[in-house]
C-alpha cells in the first residue's frame, strides 16, 4: 500500500506566499524553497557513441550499450541492469577512443535525442543501478552527469519526467519528420532542485508507486499466460489426431454439474456456425461510422489516431452495418490479426470487411476466444494466397470452408464463463495499472516545481 498521509496540499496559501519555488504537493516535514537552475548547471554532458545495431548482440562481449530505441521501447526509467536486457558491442569493434570518463556510472541519465513524435522526444532513463558492468550510451543519446549539486541518485529520473520540464523539452525539439535534440539547447532549460533530503524522500515514494505498478503487470502478465495455456488444453488438438475432444487428447475438458460428459466435439464448418450479415447503408447518428482493429473489432475512429480522413469519404457512401456481439473479419493479415468482435455496439464500418452474426448453436464469448486463438490462425493460413509475409490473404469463401471440432452449446457455455471469470480478473488489475499510472502522472505534475 502507498502511503500519503504525510503529503499536504499548497494550494490552500496564497500564490504570493507559496510562491514559484514551492511544488503544489508536499511532504509536510519540507518547507525550503526549492533553488532554480538551468540543466547545464546540474549535469555535464559526455561522450557517447554511434554504433547501429549492426554491432550489437546480445551474446557476448565486455561491455554493454544503451541505444535510443531501447530507451523508447522496453527500458524502465530508473534503469536497474539487472532487470534490463542490454546487448553488447561486438568484440571486433574498438573501443580504446572511449574515454573513461564517458563510461557510464550510477546516478547518470541517459536522453533519446531523437523521436518521430513529441511524447518521447528527449525521453530519459536513470541509471540507478548498474552492479559494475562497463556500460556506454550509444546512438542518438546524449549522456549527463551531475556535477557540483547534491543530487539524490533516483530523483533526477523523476524530476525529468515533470511536466514543466517536459514542457520545455518538447519547446527546443527540432525537425520535420524526425524530432530532435541538441545539447546546447537542452543546458538551457530550467529546472528547480529542492535539499537533497526531500530529493530522496521524494524519490523514495515514487519509487514506491512504479514498483506498484510493476508488480500489478506481473500479476497482470501471469494472470493472461494462464488463461493463455488454459486455452491451449481447452482447444487444442496436436496435428495427425482426430479425437473428439481436448480430454482425450491429455487436455482439459469440464464436466456437467451431474458429473456426467459433455457429448462429443463435432465437426463443423465455419459457414455453419457464422451468418453473413450484409447489409450496406450511409452512416447515422444510429449506426456511426467506426474503425476496425485487429484481434479487438470495432472501435471509435479516435481509438486509431482520429483518422477520419481515412475513412470518412462522403455523407452518402454506403458502409457495412454491425450490430453488438458480431464478427468482422479481414481477408488480409492473417498474422497480424483478421477477426475481431464488435463490443461496441451499433455502427457501420468500410465495405472491404466481412459480417457475421453468430448462429443459433454457439455461444458468443465462447466462439470469440475460439476464433482467435493462434492455432486457429494456422489452420486458416493453410487456406493463404500471396507470396509476402504479413500480407497472406484468405477469401471468405475459403474462411468459411474451414473444418473444426466444435463442442456443445452447453459445453461451450462452461467454458465461456470460465474464461469470462479470468477476463473479468485481467480487466480489474488493468484498470488497477491505470488509476495507479494517473496517480503518478498527477503525482509528477504536483509534487515538482
Excluded at 563510461?103 to 541517459?110: A, I, P, Q, R, T
Excluded at 530532435?180 to 514506491?208: D, V, Y
Excluded at 488454459?230 to 451431474?258: C, E, W
Excluded at 476496425?292 to 454506403?318: I, S, T
Amino acid at each position: 500500500m502507498i502511503k500519503t498521509e504525510t503529503l499536504h496540499n499548497n494550494t490552500e496559501k496564497p500564490c504570493t506566499e507559496r510562491g514559484p519555488s514551492v511544488p503544489q504537493l508536499r511532504f509536510s516535514e519540507f518547507d525550503d524553497l526549492w533553488r532554480e537552475l538551468k540543466y547545464g548547471e546540474v549535469f555535464s554532458f559526455y561522450s557517447t557513441n554511434s554504433l547501429s545495431r549492426d554491432s550489437l548482440n546480445y551474446e557476448n562481449g565486455k561491455v554493454k550499450n544503451i541505444h535510443y530505441g531501447d530507451i523508447h521501447t522496453k527500458f524502465e526509467t530508473m534503469f536497474n541492469i539487472s532487470n534490463e536486457e542490454v546487448p553488447f558491442i561486438n568484440e571486433d569493434i574498438d573501443l580504446s577512443r572511449i574515454k573513461e570518463e564517458c563510461y557510464c556510472k550510477e546516478g547518470d541519465l541517459v536522453i533519446a535525442d531523437a523521436s518521430e513524435d513529441y511524447s518521447d522526444i528527449g525521453k530519459t532513463i536513470e541509471l540507478v543501478c548498474l552492479n559494475n558492468e562497463k556500460v556506454v550510451a550509444g546512438l542518438h543519446t546524449f549522456l549527463a552527469r551531475p556535477n557540483k549539486y547534491e543530487v539524490s541518485i533516483g530523483f533526477p529520473g523523476y524530476l525529468v519526467q515533470s511536466w514543466k520540464v517536459r514542457k520545455q523539452v518538447m519547446t527546443i525539439a527540432q525537425g520535420t519528420k524526425v524530432l530532435g535534440l541538441a545539447t546546447s539547447r537542452l543546458a538551457k532549460i530550467k529546472i528547480n532542485l529542492p535539499t537533497l533530503p526531500e530529493q530522496q524522500k521524494i524519490a523514495r515514494f515514487l519509487t514506491a508507486v512504479d514498483t506498484k505498478i510493476r508488480q500489478l503487470t506481473q500479476k497482470k502478465e501471469l494472470l493472461e499466460q494462464y488463461k493463455k495455456g488454459v486455452m491451449q488444453q481447452l482447444f487444442n488438438s496436436p496435428p495427425g489426431r482426430g479425437t473428439s475432444a481436448p480430454a482425450d487428447r491429455g487436455g482439459l475438458r469440464f464436466k456437467r454439474d451431474d458429473g456426467n460428459d459433455y457429448p462429443d466435439w463435432e465437426e463443423k464448418r465455419i459457414g455453419d456456425v457464422l451468418i453473413e450479415r450484409d447489409i450496406k447503408k450511409p452512416k447515422s447518428e444510429e449506426y456511426p461510422l467506426m474503425a476496425f482493429m485487429a484481434n479487438k473489432g470495432v472501435a471509435p475512429k479516435g481509438d486509431r489516431y482520429n483518422r477520419e480522413f481515412l475513412v470518412n469519404d462522403g455523407d452518402n457512401k454506403k458502409y457495412k452495418q454491425t450490430e453488438y456481439g458480431d464478427f468482422i473479419y479481414s481477408s488480409n493479415n492473417l498474422e497480424t490479426g483478421s477477426i475481431g468482435l464488435n463490443r461496441y455496439g451499433n455502427a457501420t464500418i468500410s465495405p472491404v470487411y466481412s459480417i457475421f452474426e453468430i448462429g443459433d448453436s454457439c455461444e458468443l464469448e465462447f466462439m470469440s476466444n475460439y476464433l482467435v486463438r493462434k492455432e486457429f490462425i494456422n489452420k486458416m493460413i493453410r487456406f493463404r494466397q500471396g507470396v509476402i509475409y504479413g500480407q497472406w490473404r484468405i477469401h471468405e469463401s475459403e474462411f468459411l470452408k474451414i473444418i473444426d471440432k466444435i463442442p456443445s452449446k452447453e459445453e461451450q457455455q462452461k467454458i465461456a464463463s470460465f474464461l469470462s471469470a479470468l477476463d473479468t480478473k485481467i480487466e480489474t488489475v488493468a484498470d488497477q495499472i491505470e488509476k495507479t499510472q494517473e496517480f503518478k502522472k498527477g503525482l509528477l505534475q504536483q509534487m515538482f516545481v
